[in-house]
């Protein structure tokens, strides 16, 4: 690993803020990295003070004013130039955040190959800001729509996507005319360390402004002062319904803008008419990957009553088949949970499961011995419970997979809207009927519904998010992008008269 962290640019302690020049000073305290796959600490990094946070943001100001005026095509090259050298660095990049946040090596490089891809959409998207035209009801006049950059745009990502959720916001940002300012988890510090170190040596080249990528590391004060100043128009926060309602609240209270991507309770229908095989595999690499620590985990099953045993009895003899360990090692399926609050967490969930009245299909447990000294790794477990439980209604962070019985695919649809999330859902059937009655807008009340394939492996093409608790915000594809730009509405009047719009007069 040392070898990784030399590649990246990563020190025994390194400092936490940056304008993409040179890193500040800070005396913020320290934000230690221990890995969850050995508890071994890796690297420290020093967090911001006020002092230095208001220094980066303005410089980023600053950038701004200059960055707006690069035509966005351009931008878009030095975005595929960032895609270009995340190509070169995605073997220690995925290895650093398989160690640091402990999800498998495979997921490390999947999610280094999402910001490859985000930053291959942005290129493109570079060349189409698209705007509108409409006809005037007034002679000699043209009437258009075209988009603006916002200013500085604030990014508050999550441990459990240490590189990839930053990416689609940054990417989209930059080419829009944006400037970022990113503030990584605590609890995955080093991933961000090693992104912007990234950047700047792209940027340097391009001679980009400085300010245009900067980092801000710290703890929940520093998300608080990204959600309170004014000179942020936009908060970009991934993380729970109870971080979210906090930056929600205190960027509508000075009228700002953001983008929530918050809680998931994701739920897979398994229907009578489905490929029983094919949706063991999606149902497992759902509720097990990343140790159930993403916000698209597969957290319901609701199955219906004619396969529901069968489905069980296969479903608990593919757990049995799971290899738990070092996530470095390709041939294991489950790594660690990120910390010991975590394995608390899940932990206490289980104990309100059983008080509650569910039963458990799997025990779930801590693993001990060589290999687990961090304490961090956990059995996925199995529980039958109804959708009414208070702890199904939570969303835990954790591989625990809660089974519902259900007999018609309206009752199946009212499990899987149940609750107060809404991000992902899916419904395994063979049956057209079921799958478009799923989709329509009867069906499923989540921003991602799924037919044959599971709630988790979102596509960057496609704009990612959720409703209801979710946050209701859009990151990534589609046309999420109009959510880091301005709206203006534009009427030229090229005649030699001035007609007032609705038929008014008004003659001096």
Same mark, same amino acid.
Request: charged content about 15%.
């Given at each position: 690993?040392?070898?990784?962290?030399?590649?990246?640019?990563?020190?025994? !302690?390194?400092?936490?803020?940056?304008?993409?020049?040179?890193?500040?000073?800070?005396?913020?305290?320290?934000?230690?990295?221990?890995?969850?796959?050995?508890?071994?600490?890796? /690297?420290?990094?020093?967090? /911001?003070?006020?002092?230095? @946070?208001?220094?980066?943001?303005?410089?980023?100001?600053?950038?701004?004013?200059?960055?707006?005026?690069i035509p966005a095509p351009k931008r878009g090259e030095i975005v595929r130039q960032v895609g270009e050298a995340l190509r070169q660095y995605k073997q220690p990049l995925g290895m650093l955040v398989s160690y640091e946040m402990g999800k498998s090596l495979q997921e490390g490089y999947g999610e280094v190959q999402e910001m490859i891809d985000i930053c291959d959409f942005a290129v493109g998207l570079s060349r189409q800001l698209y705007g509108l035209t409409m006809h005037s009801e007034r002679p000699l006049h043209r009437m258009y729509e075209q988009w603006h950059p916002l200013g500085v745009v604030g990014i508050i990502s999550a441990f459990n996507f240490p590189v990839a959720v930053w990416s689609w916001n940054s990417m989209l940002a930059w080419v829009c005319g944006d400037v970022c300012i990113w503030k990584p988890s605590e609890k995955t510090p080093l991933c961000? !360390? %090693?992104?912007?170190?990234?950047?700047?040596?792209?940027?340097?080249?391009?001679?980009?402004?400085? $300010?245009?990528?900067?980092?801000?590391?710290?703890? &929940?004060?520093? $998300? +608080?002062?990204?959600?309170?100043?004014?000179?942020?128009?936009? =908060?970009?926060?991934?993380?729970?319904? &109870?971080?979210?309602?906090?930056?929600? %609240?205190?960027?509508?209270?000075?009228?700002?803008?953001?983008?929530?991507?918050?809680?998931?309770?994701?739920? !897979?229908?398994?229907?009578?008419?489905?490929?029983?095989?094919?949706? #063991?595999?999606? %149902?497992?690499?759902?509720? =097990?990957?990343? %140790?159930?620590q993403r916000c698209t985990t597969t957290r319901r099953l609701i199955i219906h009553e004619?396969? @529901?045993?069968?489905?069980? /009895?296969?479903?608990?003899?593919?757990?049995?088949? #799971? &290899?738990?360990?070092?996530?470095?090692?390709?041939?294991?399926?489950?790594?660690?949970?990120?910390?010991?609050?975590? =394995?608390?967490?899940?932990?206490?969930?289980?104990?309100?499961?059983? &008080?509650?009245?569910?039963?458990?299909?799997? +025990?779930? $447990?801590?693993?001990?011995?060589?290999? @687990? +000294?961090?304490?961090? @790794?956990?059995?996925?477990?199995?529980?039958?419970?109804?959708? +009414?439980l208070a702890i199904v209604q939570h969303e835990t962070f954790a591989p625990i997979l809660y089974l519902i019985k259900y007999k018609t695919i309206e009752e199946a649809v009212a499990l899987q809207n149940g609750v107060p999330q809404g991000l992902s859902s899916a419904i395994m059937t063979l049956n057209l009927r079921e799958a478009e009655y799923f989709l329509s807008a009867a069906g499923s009340d989540c921003g991602i519904a799924n037919v044959n394939i599971g709630t988790s492996g979102a596509e960057i093409g496609g704009a990612f998010g959720g409703e209801k608790e979710t946050g209701g915000g859009r990151e990534s594809g589609s046309d999420a992008w109009k959510a880091y730009m301005r709206r203006q509405t534009n009427t030229l009047n090229f005649g030699t008269d001035l007609p007032l719009a609705q038929g008014i007069t008004f003659d001096l």
């Open positions: 690993m040392q070898q990784i962290l030399q590649q990246l640019n990563i020190q025994q !302690i390194n400092k936490g803020v940056s304008t993409g020049g040179e890193w500040l000073d800070s005396t913020g305290g320290t934000i230690e990295s221990y890995s969850p796959v050995d508890g071994q600490l890796i /690297a420290s990094v020093q967090q /911001a003070d006020r002092q230095a @946070y208001d220094a980066v943001v303005a410089k980023a100001q600053e950038a701004f004013v200059a960055w707006r005026k961000g !360390i %090693a992104c912007q170190n990234i950047i700047a040596e792209v940027f340097k080249k391009n001679g980009v402004p400085e $300010g245009v990528s900067c980092i801000v590391q710290g703890g &929940r004060e520093v $998300g +608080e002062w990204l959600s309170a100043d004014t000179r942020i128009p936009l =908060v970009s926060a991934t993380g729970s319904t &109870r971080m979210g309602k906090a930056v929600g %609240a205190a960027v509508a209270a000075r009228m700002g803008r953001s983008i929530l991507e918050l809680g998931g309770n994701n739920a !897979i229908i398994i229907s009578q008419h489905a490929d029983i095989d094919m949706s #063991l595999i999606g %149902a497992v690499f759902g509720a =097990v990957g990343t %140790a159930g004619s396969v @529901y045993d069968t489905f069980k /009895a296969k479903l608990v003899a593919a757990y049995q088949q #799971l &290899r738990i360990g070092n996530p470095l090692d390709t041939a294991n399926h489950v790594g660690p949970l990120i910390d010991k609050d975590a =394995v608390n967490n899940y932990f206490s969930a289980i104990e309100q499961c059983s &008080r509650q009245g569910g039963t458990f299909a799997l +025990e779930g $447990g801590v693993l001990k011995g060589q290999g @687990y +000294e961090s304490g961090c @790794y956990v059995k996925p477990c199995i529980a039958e419970v109804t959708n +009414e």
